[in-house]
């Protein structure tokens, strides 16, 4: 067992309310954020971590609730890849989410939780809490920032709209846009949520009953879009869960059926449906060349920043050629950037998981 | 400590003429060799564009920018005039189209720097006479069923390309191992060539 990372979870409200794209100000945010590693006296060794859509402040701690190791405890440690012997690193919990920052889940004014009251967010949104937290800290210039899927997203985001605020920015998984498959994809999850008695317009909050059905659909249909065809075969291939031969019945006779109603199900320990809700929302609405008058380039020309895009080869999510739209981009705002499809069995998920040359690539680039 | 003397002939070439604060796109880059000497040396910020990813991964390692991509196809997605100058290292020879591909490198910057094999070389010509079969040589190692290079050129073919494009040579470099040779005779005695170009006007 390897020793317990030594990390700090705080709390912050922020001074100020902050202003949403929708036109909307969220006042009294407060986000929930764990440090690891020493800051540096001249506060020059910070890297921000970006979580994804389901992911949280607990890039490499245990997790509260589960009790898991944090999702990027791999990589994020004293002489691991992100190095906490040299690099303050932090991660806070999005807006909009469950996990200690403000969401929909959380008070409003009224003193009652906001629900569907929450106004709705976005990628943009989430980044201006985020550096609004760094401005708290009294934190400038980022040695690097860093994020796979909706992380990388927030990192392509902080680049674009904080051009001076990062030195470095790494992206992996990731898109400028959400495509209309993934709209689509997150657009079932949402349905499946809101289809369930228990969801009651958003408001089950104090009725004690929760969405659980609704939302364990919409994790498993999304947990499909995470994994690679192969890899499914691969880890489940047609057999059978605990039994000789087919029912001829609806339980879940095949042990793919059985990993995703566990998936699903396990989910709604740990997160809240509206959270669900409000965060592919924002990830919908995300698309970076709208938001600097419809050319991604633009979006880029006022950054200093070396850039790294890493995708997969399996993953059908955010393809390669997803990336390959950035990276054309940066090209064409003449940033320093470097792009490499790496080859890993698992689909989008891969960034998460155990693939030596994703270490050598955000190693070498974090140097 | 520099690593230039460990540099290929035709790469020293490149990097020796090289002004220091160009910017540069390195088409092929490897794992970033010469890269590592324009930074290293001219203070460049090269970027490099390379199809192999642990190539690619050996030039992020090294801190450079390298982008991982065919240049058959990847030079399009670089705007005009994006560079000074392109490098093109013993690579025109595996394109699908060379003719095109000095095209692009011309619509990309302002200069190239192209080299290549000499397949007039007087061991191939020799070869072909003597042995009735493709060459291999210490330049050339790989069997004509195996090889990347699918597009064979001499000194004289690159002239003529030239020519029919309007291409403008600003200098040109003959290598016979690590020996620099003149200019005469360079399509017999020149095992492989460097020139550096310049759009048509």
Same mark, same amino acid.
Request: with cysteine.
């Given at each position: 067992?390897?020793? #317990?990372?030594?990390?700090?979870?705080?709390?912050?409200?922020?001074?100020?309310?902050?202003?949403?794209?929708?036109?909307?100000?969220?006042?009294?945010?407060?986000?929930?954020?764990?440090?690891?590693?020493?800051?540096?006296?001249?506060?020059?060794?910070?890297?921000?971590?970006?979580?994804?859509?389901?992911?949280?402040? !607990? @890039?490499?701690?245990?997790?509260?609730?589960?009790?898991?190791?944090?999702?990027?405890?791999?990589?994020?440690?004293? =002489?691991?890849?992100?190095?906490?012997?040299?690099?303050?690193?932090?991660?806070?919990?999005?807006?909009?989410?469950?996990?200690?920052?403000?969401?929909?889940?959380?008070?409003?004014?009224?003193?009652?939780?906001?629900?569907?009251?929450?106004?709705?967010?976005?990628?943009?949104?989430?980044?201006?809490?985020?550096?609004?937290?760094?401005?708290?800290?009294?934190?400038?210039?980022?040695?690097? @920032?860093?994020?796979?899927?909706?992380?990388?997203?927030?990192?392509?985001?902080?680049?674009?709209?904080?051009?001076?605020?990062?030195?470095?920015?790494?992206?992996?998984?990731?898109?400028?846009?959400?495509?209309?498959?993934?709209?689509?994809?997150?657009?079932?999850?949402?349905?499946?949520?809101?289809?369930?008695?228990?969801?009651?317009?958003?408001?089950?909050?104090?009725?004690?009953?929760?969405?659980?059905?609704?939302?364990?659909?919409?994790?498993?249909?999304?947990?499909?879009?995470?994994?690679?065809?192969?890899?499914?075969?691969?880890?489940? =291939?047609?057999?059978?869960?605990?039994?000789?031969?087919?029912?001829? =019945?609806?339980?879940?006779?095949?042990?793919?059926?059985?990993?995703?109603?566990?998936?699903?199900?396990?989910?709604?320990?740990?997160?809240?449906?509206?959270? !669900?809700?409000?965060?592919?929302?924002?990830?919908?609405?995300?698309?970076?060349?709208?938001?600097?008058?419809?050319?991604?380039?633009?979006?880029?020309?006022?950054?200093?920043?070396?850039?790294?895009?890493?995708?997969?080869?399996?993953?059908?999510? !955010?393809?390669?050629?997803?990336?390959?739209?950035?990276?054309?981009?940066?090209?064409?705002?003449?940033?320093?950037?470097?792009? #490499?499809?790496?080859?890993?069995?698992?689909?989008?998920?891969?960034?998460?998981?155990?693939?030596?040359?994703?270490?050598?690539?955000?190693?070498?680039?974090?140097? | 400590?520099?690593?230039?003397?460990?540099?290929?002939?035709?790469?020293?070439?490149?990097? *020796?003429?090289?002004?220091?604060?160009?910017?540069?796109?390195?088409?092929?880059?490897?794992?970033?060799?010469?890269?590592?000497?324009?930074?290293?040396?001219?203070?460049?910020?090269? *970027?490099?564009?390379?199809?192999?990813?642990?190539?690619?991964?050996?030039?992020?390692?090294?801190?450079?920018?390298?982008?991982?991509?065919?240049? %058959?196809?990847?030079?399009?997605?670089?705007?005009?005039?994006?560079?000074?100058?392109?490098?093109?290292?013993?690579?025109?020879?595996?394109?699908?189209?060379?003719?095109?591909?000095?095209?692009?490198?011309?619509?990309?910057?302002?200069?190239?720097?192209?080299?290549?094999? %000499?397949?007039?070389?007087?061991?191939?010509?020799?070869?072909?006479?003597?042995?009735?079969?493709?060459?291999?040589? *210490?330049?050339?190692?790989?069997?004509?069923?195996?090889?990347?290079?699918?597009?064979?050129?001499?000194?004289?073919?690159?002239?003529?390309?030239?020519?029919?494009?309007?291409?403008?040579?600003?200098?040109?470099?003959?290598?016979?191992?690590?020996?620099?040779?003149?200019?005469?005779?360079?399509?017999?005695?020149?095992?492989?060539?460097?020139?550096?170009?310049?759009?048509?006007?």
């Amino acid at each position: 067992m390897a020793t #317990v990372l030594a990390s700090a979870s705080s709390s912050l409200q922020l001074p100020k309310p902050l202003k949403l794209d929708s036109g909307q100000v969220l006042d009294r945010v407060t986000l929930a954020y764990e440090t690891y590693g020493e800051l540096a006296a001249d506060k020059s060794n910070v890297i921000l971590i970006f979580h994804a859509l389901t992911m949280d402040q !607990y @890039v490499a701690s245990p997790h509260p609730i589960t009790g898991k190791p944090g999702w990027w405890a791999n990589s994020v440690g004293p =002489g691991k890849v992100v190095d906490t012997n040299r690099f303050h690193v932090i991660c806070a919990n999005v807006i909009g989410s469950c996990m200690g920052s403000t969401g929909p889940a959380s008070e409003a004014a009224d003193g009652r939780p906001y629900g569907m009251r929450f106004p709705v967010i976005t990628i943009r949104d989430m980044v201006r809490a985020q550096v609004a937290l760094l401005d708290a800290l009294g934190i400038g210039r980022l040695h690097a @920032v860093v994020g796979g899927s909706m992380g990388g997203m927030q990192a392509l985001s902080f680049a674009a709209n904080f051009p001076e605020r990062a030195e470095r920015v790494l992206a992996i998984a990731t898109t400028a846009r959400h495509s209309a498959q993934n709209i689509a994809f997150h657009e079932v999850g949402r349905q499946a949520i809101m289809a369930d008695p228990n969801w009651q317009g958003g408001g089950y909050y104090d009725s004690g009953k929760t969405p659980d059905k609704g939302l364990a659909v919409a994790r498993m249909a999304a947990h499909i879009t995470y994994l690679s065809e192969a890899g499914l075969t691969e880890k489940f =291939g047609r057999r059978l869960q605990n039994r000789d031969a087919k029912s001829f =019945g609806f339980d879940a006779d095949f042990q793919v059926e059985s990993y995703l109603r566990h998936q699903g199900l396990s989910f709604t320990d740990r997160f809240d449906a509206n959270s !669900y809700l409000y965060i592919t929302r924002a990830m919908d609405y995300f698309d970076l060349a709208e938001e600097h008058g419809g050319r991604l380039a633009d979006a880029f020309a006022g950054s200093s920043a070396r850039f790294c895009v890493v995708s997969f080869d399996t993953d059908w999510l !955010y393809p390669t050629s997803a990336s390959r739209v950035i990276v054309q981009a940066l090209n064409a705002a003449a940033a320093p950037v470097s792009f #490499v499809e790496l080859s890993a069995p698992f689909g989008h998920d891969s960034f998460l998981l155990d693939v030596p040359a994703l270490d050598r690539v955000v190693k070498g680039f974090l140097e | 400590m520099s690593a230039r003397h460990a540099l290929r002939p035709d790469l020293a070439v490149i990097a *020796r003429h090289m002004p220091e604060g160009a910017r540069v796109l390195d088409v092929g880059c490897g794992d970033g060799e010469l890269m590592a000497v324009l930074r290293a040396d001219k203070g460049i910020d090269v *970027r490099g564009l390379e199809i192999d990813p642990e190539a690619v991964e050996k030039c992020v390692a090294r801190g450079l920018s390298a982008v991982q991509g065919d240049a %058959n196809h990847a030079l399009a997605d670089y705007p005009d005039g994006a560079f000074d100058y392109v490098i093109l290292s013993q690579t025109l020879q595996t394109a699908e189209r060379p003719d095109l591909m000095l095209d692009e490198l011309l619509r990309i910057g302002r200069k190239a720097f192209v080299s290549f094999p %000499n397949f007039a070389h007087w061991k191939m010509r020799l070869a072909l006479l003597w042995n009735g079969r493709m060459p291999v040589t *210490r330049h050339l190692p790989v069997s004509w069923y195996e090889t990347q290079n699918i597009h064979h050129v001499t000194v004289t073919d690159f002239r003529a390309l030239l020519t029919a494009k309007g291409v403008q040579i600003e200098r040109s470099w003959f290598f016979s191992g690590e020996t620099e040779l003149g200019t005469a005779g360079a399509n017999w005695r020149a095992e492989y060539a460097v020139y550096l170009l310049s759009r048509p006007h």
